[in-house]
């Protein structure tokens, strides 16, 4: 792994940003994977001003989003389809139809995931954005997910249910399950882009760098990955040597 520690999270955007769209100058058509949660926010803001002011050109992009809660609308304003309408795809040129996420309504969930899994096959992945979760979550993948895992419906910790409530009004109705990207899914892109902000992150981020490849951390599998490119800020360095 390449680590970058940078002064704050507006530094981790821009640096995000500069790389995501390099990937977008060097391929076109590069399809990206993308992820939610508050870490990428500043990235998707930067991407979009940076695009607006010309030059960049998103209509061969495909993108396929890590995870989606099960069951959620993707009218839900929790949805994370509606998140990346929000901060990204209504404004860039994407084309709708190359936009992938999981969908969070699907009556025949295996059948939707093996779809998934495999459109992601036939179209490898060059750039995946991740985050993290506090106790070591990549997409939805909980502690305790095989590193062999694929696409598939999982059921959410109580700590990412509770964590997670933040961003819901009515507590009671928070999704238990989710739609996410295995791990192996993760580690068969060609690039990967791992953010991290904030002192709450920076066990899980010590434990992905330096504990041993474990179902306790699912992070540590990206030590299995050659092309990682991980950007901490200060605070989610803080354990690091
Ligand atoms: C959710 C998402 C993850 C994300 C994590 C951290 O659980 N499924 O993909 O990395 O939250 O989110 P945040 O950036 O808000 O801390």
């Known amino acids: 792994m390449e680590i970058i520690i940078v002064e704050n999270y507006k530094e981790l955007s821009q640096k995000a940003a500069e790389i995501f769209l390099n990937q977008l100058n060097i391929k076109l058509n590069s399809v990206f994977g993308l992820s939610t949660g508050s870490t990428p926010v500043g990235l998707y803001n930067k991407v979009v001003e940076l695009y607006k002011k010309g030059g960049y050109d ?56 093996d779809w998934y899994e495999k459109e992601i096959s036939n179209n490898p992945i060059d750039l995946q954005i991740l985050g993290i979760g506090e106790n070591g979550h990549i997409g939805f993948n909980e502690p305790g997910s095989s590193l062999d895992s694929k696409t598939r419906l999982v059921d959410l910790s109580p700590e990412t249910i509770k964590i997670n409530s933040r961003f819901f009004d009515d507590k009671n109705n928070i ?3 989710a739609i996410t ?17 904030g002192a709450k992150k920076a066990k899980a981020v010590y434990d992905m760098i330096y504990g041993n490849i474990s179902l306790d951390c699912p992070a540590s599998a990206l030590q299995r990955h050659k092309k990682v490119l991980v950007i901490l800020d200060k605070d989610a360095a803080e354990l690091l040597k």
């Open 175 to 177: 999704p238990r399950q």
């Open 181 to 197: 990207m295995g791990i192996d899914t993760i580690l068969k892109a060609k690039n990967i882009l791992f953010l991290a902000s």
């Open 58 to 113: 998103f209509s061969f992009v495909k993108t396929f989003n890590l995870d989606e809660y099960y069951l959620i609308s993707s009218e839900n304003k929790n949805s994370y389809h509606f998140f990346m309408n929000d901060v990204l795809f209504n404004h860039i040129n994407v084309d709708k139809k190359n936009i992938f996420i999981p969908d969070g309504e699907v009556k025949d969930c295996d059948a939707f995931c």
